[in-house]
């Protein structure tokens, strides 16, 4: 059996806890970082406090789905006595992995830089997420005005609405992403030792402007540049959303032999013509071919319409709104699930993979964890008395 891996990180929003809940689904040990409560604050993660109330103040729905079956503890970094704890939990539960999603202006002042960590492990593998990498120390990262910054915003609307960002926070879950990736390929290195791992959000979203950035090379004018462009797709016509009887449909056209097969439906043959047997010619024509398929897709509903397409094999799709892709068979399966304070389950959503920790655990996860909810079990692990304990909440370090 292999074995289990643990990972030590301070981290709050959303990107990193997405990052570490991938590990936590491979079976491997997460201990989350935050920092203890002072007076009435809203202390540790700000996703604790958002979203429904789940029965105790640091416990609301938004913070549930990315930190189910972590462990929680506190630790005040910005005292000594905080740094030299942290260091004394790497090298005692001998941690595998440190992550981190704070500003790299913080990395030394709290203690948490590799040179720093390396000297409690010397393999340890060290893994920062940040807004621009550490040559923008200062530079804060949030999701939506990244999104704003990298594009994203200005490629996503109506061509004459407002620009807007994703539905959901991408760049985030691409950061995540990247950091689950870069801290596997880390460990699979034969040589021994630590490596130090920076996660710049920025590099991440520009990463994915791979049908974009290109085309600056082959334009004559900035006219010819990308532009909101609603539902359609700027290069392959028609691909686009359609009204139905009781709703929308997507039908995505990807290349001539498709459009041939739909044009061959009872009832659709008026769009064919010569010109339009290619995707150039088609272009030509988008308005039209719009207008006439929305014309004809309104005597169906979704239902009917989306069937009589993929009967020939065409790539087509109800669009659904979130209750009913939860209601989908392939996904419905698959949801992690845990259960709450109140004893309630909670499906929460799936795993990008069925991993075999999961297909083992019947895909439930113990609850998100409290803030420093494990302090007194991990403390305890890497051998300190109660009294111990006791003194560090005296001196406010947990």
């Not at 105790?56 to 005040?76: F, R």
């Not at 700027?234 to 009204?243: H, L, Q």
């Not at 439906?265 to 047997?277: D, N, P, Q, V």
């Not at 959503?349 to 409290?370: D, V, Y």
Request: some cysteine; aromatic content about 8%; hydrophobic content about 35%.
């Amino acid at each position: 059996m292999q074995e289990r891996k643990t990972i030590l990180s301070l981290e709050q929003a959303l990107a990193l806890p997405y990052a570490t809940e991938r590990f936590v689904q491979l079976g491997w040990r997460v201990i989350r970082i935050e920092a203890p409560q002072e007076k009435d604050e809203n202390a540790g993660d700000p996703n604790r406090y958002i979203g429904a109330d789940l029965g105790y103040h640091d416990l609301h729905s938004y913070y549930i789905a990315p930190n189910a079956g972590k462990e929680a503890i506190t630790v005040n970094l910005r005292k000594k006595e905080g740094q030299d704890l942290l260091k004394k939990i790497i090298r005692e539960l001998n941690v595998d992995v440190f992550m981190c999603n704070t500003l790299p202006k913080r990395y030394k002042q709290l203690g948490i830089d590799f040179k720093n960590l390396s000297e409690a492990n010397p393999d340890i593998i060290w893994c920062g997420i940040s807004a621009m990498g550490p040559d923008y120390p200062n530079r804060a990262g949030y999701d939506p005005a990244l999104q704003a910054l990298l594009g994203y915003t200005f490629l996503t609307g109506e061509p004459n609405g407002k620009p807007v960002p994703c539905g959901i926070p991408i760049i985030d879950l691409k950061a995540g992403d990247e950091a689950f990736t870069q801290v596997l390929l880390a460990m699979m290195e034969k040589n021994k030792g630590g490596k130090e791992i920076h996660i710049s959000m920025a590099q991440c979203a520009a990463s994915w402007l791979i049908t974009a950035l290109p085309q600056l090379n082959f334009v004559k004018s900035d006219t010819e540049l990308f532009n909101r462009s609603g539902n359609e797709h700027r290069s392959f016509i028609p691909c686009n959303a359609y009204p139905t009887l009781d709703g929308f449909v997507y039908l995505a056209i990807g290349n001539d032999s498709q459009w041939a097969k739909f044009t061959s439906i009872r009832g659709f043959e008026s769009l064919s013509s010569e010109k339009r047997k290619n995707n150039e010619g088609r272009m030509q024509e988008k308005e039209s071919i719009y207008n006439e398929i929305g014309a004809l897709t309104k005597k169906y509903t979704t239902s009917e319409f989306t069937m009589i397409c993929l009967k020939i094999d065409l790539s087509v799709a109800p669009i659904n709104s979130i209750k009913e892709v939860s209601e989908l068979e392939f996904v419905n399966k698959y949801f992690i699930k845990t259960k709450l304070p109140n004893g309630k389950e909670a499906k929460l959503s799936p795993a990008s993979h069925n991993t075999e920790f999961l297909e083992q655990n019947n895909f439930s996860l113990k609850c998100s964890p409290r803030l420093g909810e494990q302090n007194e079990i991990v403390l305890k692990e890497i051998g300190l008395a109660e009294t111990d304990i006791n003194n560090l909440k005296k001196e406010k370090v947990i």
